[in-house]
Each structure stands twice: as C-alpha cells, then as structure tokens.
C-alpha cells in the first residue's frame, strides 16, 4: 500500500524530503534575545530596554521582507538597519506585540501605504534616513495611509525626510501621538510642519523639528489660506527648534503657544527682543543656543527681562557670547528663576557677587565658561545662598579655599570634575553638610589630607579617580563618611600600603561600589574592618598587590561583584584570590597573559557564581579549562576574552547546566570539537564576537548544530570569517561550499535518484504501460517466430513439414477481429454476428474473444494473435468502450499493426454518438476519427441495410497491394 501510495503521489514525497532538513535555522540578518540581565550587561545591544521582553536587531539588510521572517513574533523592542530602496506593506505584520520600533535606512525611496500595518500596541516609532553632507534631507515618499492602524504610537520620530513629499493627512491616524519629531527634513518654515497636524492630534505635547533650515519664524498659515491649527498647537507643552539657523522671528508669529513647558532654540545674529515680541506666553524652561560658537552674543539685560516676562524657572545658554554679566543687570532676573546654566559660555567679566540679585537660585551650571575663580561666597559678602545643586565642571579652576562654599548650607550636589585643582584648603568644604555628591574627577589632587572630607556628615558619593596622588593620603581620612555609597580612588600614584581600616577607621556599612586605582608597587590591606551591612562592587585598577595575610577578612564576604584590572596580581601566595570571595556572583577579571604564574582553577570553588567575565588569560599555562568549570552550576553568563584556549571540549561546560548566555572571542586559533556546546542544556545565547575560525571541515558539526538547535540563538555567526589560503573569506559560504561531506552528498544523490525514479515510474505508468505492454508482446512473438522456432524446426522437421507448418502459421484465419466492450455483448453477438457470417454475400468469419480465443493461453497473447490473424480490425466504439483497459489495449495493438503493415485495415463503427470533446482525451482515436471514414449505426431501420452493405465491402473487399501480393505468391 505505500509503495503504490508513492508511485501515484511523488509531488508528497518530495515536500517531505525538503520539510524533513529543514530543523533549525542559521538566522543570517536577525538576532533575537530574552530580555535577561546579563543579555544586557555582557551583550548591550542597541534596542534593549528593560521592561519589553525580548528584543531583535536586524543589521546589513538588503531584502527586507525575507530577513525580517527571522524575527520572533514575540519580539516588543527592534532595530533594523537597512539598505533596501522600500518599505512593502504588511512589513512586520507577523510581530503583533512590537512596541518600540528603530528603523535606519542608508537607501529609501518609499514607504509603501499600510507598511506598519498589523502593530496595533506600537509605541514608539524612529524612521531615520542617512543622508550625505550635500543633502538636507531626502526624497522619501510616504505613502497616504502609511501610519493607518498606529492608534497607539505615542512617540514618532523622522529623520532625513523632505517634508514637501508627505501626503496632507499623513498624521491623521495617530490620535495617540504625545511627541512629533522631525529632524533635517529640510523645513524652512515652522508651517510647513504645523500644517501637518490635524485636528485629532489632541494628545500631541511635545514637538521637535531640530537640524532643518528653519531662519525665518513667520505665520503665513496653511495652503489655500487655511490658518495654523490653533487647537493643537495651543496644547503643546514642549517646543523645540534647536539646530535651525533663527536668524528673524516675526511680532505675533508664536502667540498660538501661550503656556510651554519647555522651549528651545538656536539663533543665528537675532535679537532676544524678537523672541520677547514674538507673541509667546508662560515658558517655564528656555534653552537657547548658537547656531554656530559666538554668532549669538545676547546681553544679559535683554535676557533677564526674557526670564521675568516669560515667567522662566530655568534658564540654559550654550555656546553663546555674553556681556554684562553683573549683579545689578542680574536683579532683573528675579525672583521667578530658579535654575540657570551656562555651556560653553565664555564669562571673562562674571561678577561672582551676581547671585545675590537671585538668591533664589537652586541649580547653577557653569561648564566649559572658563572660570579659573569660584569664590562666590566671600564675593556675596556673608549672604546665604539656596543653591542645592552646582555643576563647575570643565573649566580653569585650580584650588578650593578654605570654606569656599560655606554659604551654600542647602547645596546637595558640588560637581567640580575636568579642572586643574591641586589642592584643597583647610576646611575647605566646611559649612555644606548636607552635601550627597562630590565629584573631583580628572583633576590634580596630590594628598588627600585627614581634615578634607571632615564637614561633609552625609556624603554618598565621593569621586576621586583621575588625580595622581603622590603626596599620600592620611589616616582617617573618610572617617566621617559613614553614609558613603560609592568611593572612587586614584590614580595611587605611590609606593607603600594603603589599609582600608586606617582610611575609615569604621567601615561604612552602606558602602556599595569601591573603587580602587593604584600604581606599581601599592599593596592594599583590608586590615580588621567591621563587615558592611549591604553586597558590594569592588573593583581594582592598576598593579595594586593585594598581601597574602590579609585575604580571610570580614570585608570579602560582603563583595558579590568584583572587576579587577588587568596590572593587579590578584593573588595570595600561588592561589588565585577569587577563593576568597565565598559569596561572589559577578567577576570581571583581565590579566597579563605573557606573566602567569598562577593557576586560575580555583574559580570552580565560587559556587554562587552567576557571571564570568575573563579576558587575555593564558589557559596554556598552569590552568585546566577542564576543571576551571566545574561545580559553577548556577553560572549564567560566560564572557571568554582572548584566553589563549587552543581548544573548547565538552568537558570544560559538563556542568554549566544554568548557562544562558556564552560569548566568545579569540584572536588566536580556537578550535571547536565536535559536540561541545551539547552539555549546556540551558543556553539561549551564544555569541561569536570573533573567533579566528579555519576552513576545514572538521568545522561543519557547528553548522549544523546552529541549525538544529531550536533552544539557542547564535549571534554574529553570520559575519564571522575563516583562513583559507591565506586569505579571510565569510565562514558560512565557504563551509557551505567546500565542506559537502561525502555522506550528505551520497545522501543528496540517493534521495535525488529515488524521487526522479519514482517520479519516472509514475509518470511512464500514466503514459506508457500499454505501448510498452503491446511492444514487449511483440518483440517476444517476433523472437519466437524469427529465431526460436525456426532453430527448432532446422533440428526436428523435414523441409517439407517445416514448409507446411509455416504456410500454417502464417495463414490468415479470420477476415475481422472485433474489438468491443463485454457490456455490448448483446449487440454483437446478437446482431452484428449473425449479420456478417449467416447472411448475404460474401459470408465472413469474424473473430471474437468468447469464441474464439484459445482456452488456458494468456489473454494479451489471444488478443495479439487474433488480430495479427486478422485481415481487419472493426472497433465497436461506445463509452463504455473507451472507460475499458482491455479495448484500449486492442486499439493499441491494431494501431500498431496499421502503421507497421500497409495492408491491414482498421474499421471504427460508433454504435452510439459520442462528442469531439469526449474523444479528445483519448488521443490515437481522436486522430483516426479525424484521418479515416468511419461508420455510424443508424437510428433509422431503413438505413440499416446499407450500413451492413458498406460493412461487409470494407471488410471483404482487399487492397490492391493485398492482391498483387497474393498473385506473385500463386
């Protein structure tokens, strides 16, 4: 039964043959992730947001549609960088649950209507088009309908699109849209996009149309005299028109904005007092910008009256330049501003009393202003200041004096980073005891004395990293640091022991991250410190030492993540330290590949370990990869970093049976063994950074483990490249096409040499199971005859006997075969019959196969025999006739006669009428009909005798070769 069900249904079996490879698949364009924390810190892909799930990134897209199937429908958060010249519609139909969608195009031209059809819960929508420097924007046509099912899109962000090819409802769908940007779309008039807002954008607060061309800010309203769409205009909290050269605003041309939150600006040589004219109403927070550095220089009056006539609470200038900078001119500012910044702001002439016109002030940034002097309190002359926040980073600051900031007691936050300080005075930071931050970063701090820190009760975070200190640093010198959360130190530039107990005195229990960044030399003890009260970070910079007597202490317990440097010999005695870390879960560790001297197999014992960070390890030396492994069950991430590993065997993860997460990377050769990755049954994620592959075959498993494993992901296979001939060609191309093994293509050949035969059987069964039938019969007969019984008759017979025996044979017997259906039996024997042998002149034998077929011979040999011994063959032709195999058979057999033997003759009788489309399936009787008389049984009684008349001449009537054949024979 299924060998006849495949003979008649080969299409099946070629379906199941291709469906049967086809178990996994090598994703060439898409990278799918589970949202996972360690997906984010060891990959840190570009569309991650914590919260959606699991996300995808599509890079070197050339034919969108089949790249984006690669993508999981469950995916919330995608990136796609493309190349493709359009969008089609119903594009990511198959990911229903997308909320956040980032598309970079390098070549779009169109964006085809319904492109985003399907994303019902879509949030977040970026559409950014690359263009060159000599374009402002690009010729990308939207189509109408484009954004037809985005209900939900909150936020819509274009880039590099030219305005004037949008269609005029192009937004009209988006009834849910809060924020509307557009970026270098070639704008030169605000109305351009104003008129694209339609009335059911009422959820619309923010609208951003920076980098365009933007000089002149005019109302001219709408095309065809329509005004501004005043109704959604007037919600807009946010504005912004940063990057557009502002060179004019016209009286009245923003009075449509009368209660911002928000709005920005950059001008080019225009006047503060055209914005105060422009019409515009409350403005809570007012950013204003230089098109280009120093053609905006506004004067301070002008800008005070801006911030009280405008009610501004915040108030930011970059990269302008400024005059008048003075305490009378800054009264003016008051008393509504609160915060006030300054970037790139040069202020040569500051008077640093102009606080005390606002001493309502709560943030004041000053970065990039090139201030080399911040005594603002002796300037202020023993007046109190509210200031919470002050940011002086980046300038020429070069000390801080004593009690410098002493009449700040509010201040929370002093950032003083990137200056030039060396020093702090005594009691320098005196009188701001609520301060929380301080950062000194990048400076030129020497000594840290015991009485620098000594007023600040409640610091959190304390940044010191980026200053040499060479002069020492005091004991006890953050002994009143109990509430500190972070401690950044270095660079340690010195040659001697630092003791972590002698700095605190007491431990801060709250402490949460340290950093510690040393020079050569610098051994560090912990010393007989109380345990912190929360898990920390450590981490270790440099070539700090840490002593081998000091390793079992109360502070390594507490540490759950460590990143140590790759300088640090991170030992005690011969054992690598990470053993006395009992509770750690996250180590990052780099080393010195070339001085190893140390074994790191005493990682197996941090059996709490969730992630493995190691870079430039030298495995070669001293360490088993084997055992360096093992009994890490509840690891989930591993990040192998140029670790000098010659091969990866599936001992070395027999039981990383948590893992979810490998990312490799290897400069040096690197060889995968067959099977390897088979014991971690929980990876998800397998990364190739770079992996210096080689081209050989031995390589093709991970091909086809890639492709059959339906639990893991791996990244970056696709890109990843191999040696051949000393030349780098693409991994998967060239194992494809060099590494063929001979059993798949033996296997490949076999199943190709099945479906073609049993396609050929089937179609030769269809079309060619008679003819072939008819010519083996009559091959075999044509043996017998020719060779077989003549050899026979030359051994046995007289001359005279074989003679008689042959003009036996090959006498004619029957002057008609009648080839008719068993069903019109009746008629033949009944009528036809009696007809042509009983009656009339001359009397015929017919020969009919239940008469005269030879009992017990084969049924195909009666009916060959029969009509080779046969003058004619009259075919009784009716439907019936044509549904039967055997008469078919006959009509073959006859057929075939005629065309070998001129003589013999075919007579069709229809007795029943049957149509040119019914014969038209039956092709050999369609022909004959078409090329030979043939007869019809009349209806009619009367016609009936001339019907046998012209039957019986056709049958006994001879041709003229029949009978000159006959007369030289006698």
């Given amino acids: 039964m299924i060998w006849v069900f495949w003979v008649w249904q080969p299409s099946a079996l070629l379906v199941l043959c291709v469906c049967a490879t086809v178990n996994g698949v090598i994703r060439r364009y898409c990278d799918c992730y589970e949202e996972d924390v360690y997906v984010q810190k060891d990959i840190g892909q570009h569309s991650f947001l914590p919260g959606l799930g699991p996300y995808a990134e599509c890079r070197d897209i050339t034919d969108l549609g089949s790249a984006l199937k690669e993508v999981f429908p469950e995916v919330r958060s995608l990136y796609v960088l493309h190349s493709a010249a359009s969008m089609p519609a119903d594009l990511f139909s198959h990911i229903p649950l997308l909320e956040y969608l980032f598309l970079e195009a390098s070549n779009l031209a169109m964006v085809s209507s319904k492109a985003f059809s399907g994303l019902s819960k879509l949030r977040f929508l970026k559409l950014d088009v690359f263009i060159d420097f000599s374009r402002r924007s690009a010729s990308v046509t939207l189509e109408p309908g484009v954004f037809q099912g985005l209900a939900s899109l909150e936020e819509l962000f274009l880039v590099g699109m030219s305005l004037n090819l949008h269609p005029p409802a192009l937004l009209d769908p988006l009834v849910g849209m809060k924020v509307l940007r557009v970026k270098s779309a070639g704008v030169r008039d605000v109305g351009e996009l104003f008129c694209l807002l339609s009335p059911g954008l009422e959820k619309l607060e923010t609208l951003v149309m920076d980098e365009n061309e933007i000089s002149f800010i005019q109302n001219r309203g709408c095309p065809g005299s329509k005004p501004w769409p005043t109704a959604v205009l007037s919600k807009i909290q946010n504005l912004d028109l940063n990057g557009n050269p502002v060179q004019t605003i016209q009286p009245k041309s923003l009075s449509v904005f009368q209660n911002l939150s ?219 640091q109990h509430y500190l959360k972070k401690l950044s130190l270095g660079e340690l530039d010195i040659i001697y022991q630092l003791y972590l107990d002698k700095l605190f005195v007491d431990f801060p229990p709250r402490l949460q991250h340290l950093l510690i960044d040393a020079g050569e ?43 140590v440097g790759r300088k640090i010999r ?102 995968l063994l067959e099977g390897v990755f088979i014991p971690l049954i929980s990876l998800s994620i397998l990364v190739f950074d770079y992996v210096d ?44 096409r060099l590494c063929q093994t001979e059993e798949d293509f033996l296997c490949y050949v076999t199943m190709a040499a099945t479906v073609c035969t049993v396609l050929c059987m089937a179609l030769g069964y269809r079309f060619l199971h008679w003819p072939c039938v008819v010519l083996f019969f009559r091959v075999r007969g044509w043996m ?130 049957i149509s040119p489309f019914e014969l038209s399936a039956f092709h050999r009787l369609a022909k004959l009909t078409r090329t030979r008389t043939y007869l019809d049984w009349p209806e009619d009684e009367d016609e009936r005798v001339t019907f046998w008349e012209r039957l019986r001449r056709n049958i006994a009537e001879r041709d003229a070769d029949e009978l000159q054949d006959q007369q030289e024979a006698s």
């Fill in 784 to 913: 017998e005859h020719r060779v077989g019984k003549k050899w026979w008759r030359k051994k046995v017979m007289t001359e005279a006997e074989e003679e008689q025996l042959i003009e036996g044979e090959e006498e004619v017997r029957y002057d008609a075969f009648v080839s008719f259906s068993s069903r019109d039996e009746a008629w033949v024997l009944g009528v036809m019959a009696p007809t042509l042998e009983e009656e009339g002149e001359p009397r015929l034998r017919l020969c009919l196969h239940q008469r005269d077929f030879e009992v017990g011979k084969g049924i195909v040999d009666n009916i060959a025999e029969g009509i080779y011994r046969s003058r004619r063959t009259v075919c009784v032709l009716t439907r019936r006739y044509l549904r039967s195999d055997w008469c078919g058979l006959e009509m073959r057999v006859a057929t075939h006669r005629l065309l070998s033997e001129k003589s013999h003759k075919l007579v069709l009788i229809f007795l029943e009428h």
């Fill in 570 to 671: 991170f030992a005690c005695e011969l054992d690598f330290m990470a053993l006395y870390f009992p509770n750690l879960e996250s180590l990052e560790y780099s080393a010195n590949p070339e001085a190893v001297d140390i074994s790191y197999t005493t990682i197996n014992q941090l059996r709490k370990l969730k992630r493995l960070k190691l870079t430039n390890l030298n495995f070669s030396k001293h360490t088993d990869p084997s055992v360096t492994f093992r009994n890490l069950t509840e690891l989930r991430s591993l990040v192998l970093i140029n670790c000098r590993l010659n091969f990866l065997t599936r001992s070395m993860f027999t039981e990383l049976v948590s893992l979810r997460v490998l990312r490799l990377f290897s400069e040096s050769p690197l060889i």
């Fill in 521 to 563: 030399g610098t051994n560090l003890y912990v010393g007989t410190i109380t345990a912190p009260k929360v898990p920390m970070v450590l981490e270790l910079r440099a070539k700090l030492m840490i002593q081998s007597y000091d390793c079992v202490n109360n502070l390594f317990p507490m540490v759950r993540e460590i990143k």
């Fill in 693 to 736: 592959f080689r081209c050989e075959c031995s390589n093709s498993w991970l091909l086809d483990w890639a492709e059959k494993s339906r639990n893991t992901q791996v990244v970056l296979l696709q890109k990843q490249q191999c040696v051949w001939h000393y030349q780098r060609l693409n991994l998967l191309a060239t194992m494809e």
């Fill in 262 to 480: 928000s709005l920005s600006l950059s001008m080019v040589d225009s006047e503060v007092t055209e914005l105060l004219g422009s019409g515009i109403g409350r403005v809570n927070d007012v950013h204003l910008f230089s098109y280009t550095p120093r053609q905006f220089q506004p004067t301070l009056s002008d800008l005070c009256a801006l911030v009280s006539s405008h009610q501004v609470e915040s108030f930011e200038l970059s990269k302008a330049v400024i005059s008048g900078f003075t305490t009378e001119v800054m009264k003016g500012c008051a008393p509504i501003l609160k915060q006030l910044s300054f970037t790139s702001v040069p202020l040569p002439d500051l008077e640093l009393a102009f606080w005390t016109g606002i001493d309502q002030l709560e943030y004041l940034f000053m970065t990039l202003s090139q201030l080399n002097n911040a005594s603002f309190c002796s300037a202020g002359g023993g007046r109190t200041w509210n200031l919470t926040s002050l940011n002086l980073c980046e300038n020429h600051l070069t000390e801080i004096t004593t009690e410098q900031f002493s009449c700040m007691p509010l201040l929370e936050r002093l950032l003083l980073g990137s200056n030039r300080i060396s020093s702090l005075g005594n009691r320098a930071l005196q009188g701001i005891q609520r301060l929380r931050v301080l950062d000194l970063t990048n400076n030129k701090i020497s000594q840290l004395k015991r009485n620098d820190f000594e007023g600040l009760p409640v610091l959190e975070v304390l940044l010191l990293e980026g200053n040499k200190i060479s002069g020492g640093i005091s004991d006890g010198v953050f002994r009143r």
